[in-house]
């Protein structure tokens, strides 16, 4: 199974920017799609991004216009560039890639150990 490590967090004071990167252990163009989630304490986790292989992109309404997902295939990585922090961004974010069989099939797919981001006001 693939090995999705994020990098990346930290603390800022809201209005600033953060960019999270996933470094996957294979290539990437394998996974249809690689998606970025978060999850806060006492809350659902939430996808917030989704970058597919063909490099549509697509945000939760939440981020749109502040966080932009991207990928290098020749890195094998997909980053999270988040500016306009605010204090609700506080969360663990978290990588998740999906092969076409997972997706289909709703699996669960590869997750990385995710990455502190906490915004302060």
């Known amino acids: 199974q693939v090995r999705l490590v994020e990098s990346g967090g930290g603390s800022v004071q809201a209005g600033g920017s953060l960019r999270l990167s996933c470094a996957a252990s294979?290539?990437?163009?394998?996974?249809?799609?690689m998606d970025w989630h978060r999850q806060a304490p006492g809350k659902q986790r939430e996808m917030v991004a989704r970058?597919?292989?063909?490099?549509?992109?697509n945000y939760a309404d939440s981020v749109k216009g502040r966080f932009t997902v991207s990928r290098d295939n020749l890195q094998d990585t997909v980053y999270l560039q988040m500016n306009s922090l605010k204090p609700e961004d506080t969360a663990t974010y978290s990588c998740?890639?999906?092969?076409?069989?997972?997706?289909?099939?709703?699996?669960?797919?590869?997750w990385g150990q995710g990455t502190q981001v906490t915004v302060s006001s």
């Open positions: 294979e290539n990437i163009n394998n996974f249809i799609t």
């Open positions: 998740n890639a999906l092969t076409p069989t997972e997706l289909f099939e709703r699996a669960p797919g590869s």
């Open positions: 970058i597919n292989r063909g490099g549509i992109t």
